[in-house]
């Protein structure tokens, strides 16, 4: 199984998205429930044989995506690790993000 890596990016979308739905539904455990089933959704992807999700390179290369509850988490296999690159909502403009917030390097 390919190791979970969330580089920065990813981090700061997971975070939030958290805020968002604890300001939201007014509930801190409503946005902490919701940020551990994307998590979730993250560890399952990573757990999967072979590629999963669909090809973006329109995005940046080697990018895959799939869709989660209104969300769209962007990752890609590098070597042994499977890394999460992104998470957006649904109907932000990807093409746009990626080409001003390409994220490549982070400590892990």
Do not use: W
Request: aromatic share 10%; charged share 30%.
């Amino acid at each position: 199984m390919p190791q979970l890596r969330y580089l920065s990016s990813a981090r700061s979308d997971l975070a939030q998205i958290q805020a968002y739905i604890t300001r939201e539904s007014g509930n801190p455990a409503t946005g902490r429930g919701f940020a551990r089933q994307l998590r979730l959704k993250c560890i399952s992807l990573a757990g999967l044989p072979g590629k999963m999700g669909r090809a973006r390179d329109e995005l940046e290369t080697a990018i895959r995506s799939t869709a989660f509850r209104g969300y769209i988490v962007f990752f890609r296999y590098v070597g042994d690790e499977f890394q999460v690159v992104n998470i957006l909502e649904g109907h932000r403009d990807a093409e746009k993000h990626f080409g001003m917030d390409a994220d490549t390097e982070d400590e892990g």
